[in-house]
């Protein structure tokens, strides 16, 4: 069994800032100890004096080749967690898809037929339920002990993925009883679709006007809704994707209540804007995903919520499509625009820059990207944190280096960045998973198929 020890560098986790040696042996932590204070002997040495030693990522948001809008997601789960690792990420909770008349467990096989033996890093799935039915409710519970433990509803996209009041009542009740937990897409997707219409028929074809029609009442009525659904039903709720002010609201609201709801937001709505979405020359498309980015008063609500525990995650939503070609199937009809955005090799570099920029702690950096994504989806103390008997997912990161985003270096494989030229202090150096270097000395080492599938547990935040 190789051993590896990572000595000099500042261990950072969600609750502690400790400066310790880091002893590694067969894919796991083993200890930690103040440095001269140990004899440990390794077969590998990791030098990480001024550096910070961090769990590795984990994003609970990404749609590897997700099929949407008559497309798919240009990251394979090949590129996709190549690029997570990159970026410090090393697992990632992607979603399987239930297709309207088919079962749960065919869209799960089908996503295992997408994702086994691709990987880079270890990955895990949710459930995305398009079709609530006598059977599916069944099949929830049988998934949950299986370790696909959480479900994503839709109250947008009609004719998609969208489930109706009745629908995601009876699957919050499912969950209330298997342990489950409820995902919502909150946004009014009936009242958009009209308002998408309306502004077509006037000309209103631009990508702004895809910000323009998902208004903001309609993110926080349909929050409102989803938690008053989920109290009547008992079962918690993670809102996902959460980008308005007045969602923040509603969360913060039903959690001083006392009730077990839950949001996450994404890098993208804590830095970029509707400015973004009016981008000239259909630029805007870029931007374009669901919710969508907010008028730039919003951001300070969001870091506020992440601050005060009123949001708890940061995932990508990781979910790319070309410029090329892809975003612009929708040039004339904004409707047109495949909903998504890359991210995922920049989340936590992204998230670093808050902490230099005195927005959030560095244990609110670790906090919000490793350790709660890892407790709310049943991965933690294996996933999300620097501890005895933890896998071995370690991040040796740089502070002061400095770097630019682009996608001239990234490693998504999509022809732009929703960072463009953006300069961000601190990089990735070195990340094992599992005790195996994926990327070390500025070189990608890792290989597809090291990543292995993760069963979960239940929420581990209640
Ligand atoms: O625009 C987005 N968010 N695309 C991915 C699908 C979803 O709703 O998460
Ligand atoms: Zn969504
Ligand atoms: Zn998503």
């Not at 970026?87 to 898809?97: H, L, N, P, Y």
């Not at 009442?217 to 809102?239: D, I, K, N």
């Not at 005060?308 to 090329?324: W, Y």
């Not at 808050?354 to 906090?367: C, K, L, P, T, Y």
Request: charged share 20%; with cysteine.
């Amino acid at each position: 069994m190789t051993r590896t020890l990572i000595t000099g560098g500042l261990v950072v986790t969600a609750s502690d800032e400790l400066h310790v040696d880091v002893l590694v042996e067969g894919g796991r932590v083993v200890a930690l100890a103040t440095p001269g204070s140990h004899g440990w002997t390794a077969d590998r040495v990791l030098d990480a004096t001024g550096k910070y030693v961090l769990p590795g990522g984990v994003d609970a948001h990404t749609h590897m080749e997700m099929p949407f809008g008559g497309t798919y997601a240009a990251d394979t789960f090949e590129t996709g967690t190549r690029a997570a690792a990159w970026g410090g990420t090393t697992t990632i909770v992607d979603f399987a898809i239930q297709s309207i008349g088919g079962s749960l467990q065919e869209g799960l096989d089908a996503w295992h037929g997408k994702a086994d033996g691709r990987c880079a890093i270890d990955y895990a799935f949710h459930m995305i339920l398009s079709d609530v039915n006598r059977s599916t409710l069944k099949e929830m519970d049988r998934l949950v002990a299986e370790g696909v433990t959480s479900f994503k509803l839709f109250m947008a996209y009609p004719g998609v993925f969208y489930s109706d009041d009745g629908r995601i009542l009876r699957a919050m009740q499912q969950a209330s009883g298997n342990g489950g937990l409820i995902m919502m897409h909150a946004e009014n997707g009936i009242a958009i679709d009209v308002l998408v219409e309306q502004a077509l028929a006037e000309g209103r074809t631009d990508p702004r006007h895809h910000g323009d029609v998902r208004k903001v009442a309609l993110e926080a009525e349909a929050t409102h809704r989803a938690v008053q659904l989920a109290r009547v039903a008992g079962s918690p709720l993670y809102v996902v994707h959460v980008s308005a002010d007045e969602a923040v609201a509603e969360i913060a609201s039903a959690r001083h209540k006392g009730l077990p709801v839950f949001g996450e937001t994404c890098p993208q709505y804590l830095f970029l804007s509707t400015d973004n979405l009016a981008e000239p020359d259909f630029e805007g498309a870029k931007y374009v995903c669901s919710t969508p980015l907010r008028p730039r008063e919003h951001q300070e609500v969001l870091w506020r919520g992440l601050r005060n525990d009123e949001l708890q995650v940061v995932s990508t939503d990781h979910c790319p499509f070309c410029f090329s070609g892809q975003k612009e199937m929708g040039r004339g009809d904004f409707s047109k625009i495949p909903n998504g955005m890359p991210g995922v090799e920049n989340r936590m570099d992204l998230l670093h820059q808050a902490v230099v920029e005195g927005r959030i702690s560095r244990r609110r950096w670790i906090d919000i990207a490793c350790a709660s994504p890892a407790r709310m989806f049943g991965l933690y103390p294996k996933k999300g944190t620097v501890a005895p008997g933890a896998d071995a997912d370690i991040v040796i990161y740089d502070p002061a280096a400095e770097q630019t985003i682009s996608a001239a270096t990234h490693h998504m494989n999509v022809d732009y960045s929703a960072y463009e030229g953006k300069r961000v202090t601190g990089r990735v150096e070195t990340v094992l998973s599992r005790g195996v270097p994926v990327i070390e000395g500025g070189e990608y080492v890792g290989h597809p198929g090291h990543g292995t599938y993760l069963p979960r547990g239940t929420c581990q935040y209640l």
